[in-house]
């Protein structure tokens, strides 16, 4: 039986872009709360756009549009803080501090045992996306929190240090399982890319649910994360860039037939299938991976390019790179940051099974082995 059967656009939407914006430096300061509609972004661009007159907004900027045109505005009404002003959001986030409340010469180290111990995150949270980072840390500082971890993979078949990854290192905290893990897939190569080894570095902090990839085994499969996700509200980390060709695992077509409508060839129109084929013959899927939604409400799948895995079968791709989508009620709530999910627990001490152990719902597990976390 089928999880999900029609296919699930993906959540990015494209915009079609004008050919003039404002600039950052054009932005008003707005004098009370005047009626018209705001907008904020979260991630990616948002476009206003009126009678010729566009307003690119980036992540955390504001815009505002009424009868007489569009414009960007310096500081937001506070009312525009939803949902991170709620206390819904506030009572699951943890307490925070800044860089410079460190006190010990191993601030890296610091930054890790206050998050494991507190547990309390580094804020401001920066936007790696577009190059901001936490701080810079030495080589040696970094590397004590080496481990065979990882909570994505990068695709093969690109350089890694293509030009559009920012030029920073992320260092991804998991609370829940007590694991410091570095991106062992660009450390040496941002290394070597900037000739130092004072290196940029920008903490991601989960939240207790959240675990790397790594934590189900190497051999992971769609059906045992489903049920991690389902029965235990278990997530895996977000890959960084999936639209750089970052995944979480290679499922097999057999796999995706087992919980997708994944059409017959012969169903596929030639247009689309020509078109889908100039693509994989070009790109492969370097600039995107398949994409799966996890929900926790329906405890339903979906998938966004059925059609595409066909054709990418027929070509003779045997494993298709896929990255995981989870949307659980409080997703909005955790745009505002780290913390503990409103009706999730903590998936620490003897709740944690071993990485790469299947549990059934309602059953005791063990602690994880020593090896199963990283030195912090």
Known sequence: ??????????TLIASVLATSAWAQEDCVELEGTPPGMYTTTDEGRTYLSKDGDVVELGPGEAGFAD???????QKPPEFLDWPC????AQSRMFNTYALEDLETDNKMKEVVERYFQVPEVLAPFPNWIDGEYNSVFNYNDIIQFSSPAYWYHVNPDQPVMSDKRPRSLLVALFVGTNQ???DSNMIDALREELGTDEIPITFVFNDTNVVPISFFGSNVSLEEVSKAFNERRIKAAEVPMWWKGDFHLMPTVAEFEQFFEIPPLEEISADNQASLKADLEAHGFTRKPILVTMFAESGSMAIDQPERV???VSMGITDIPTAL???EPDVL???CGPGTPAGSSSVTGTSTP???ATVPPGVASPPPAEDAASDS
């Open 67 to 73: 009868e007489d045109g569009v414009k960007c505005i």
């Open 310 to 312: 066909r054709v990418a």
């Open 354 to 356: 071993i990485g790469g």
């Open 180 to 182: 410091a893990v570095v």
């Open 85 to 88: 002003s709620t206390d819904a």
């Open 325 to 327: 989508v989870f949307i």
């Open 333 to 335: 709530l955790a745009r």
């Open 1 to 10: 039986m089928k999880v999900l059967t029609r296919a699930m656009l993906p």
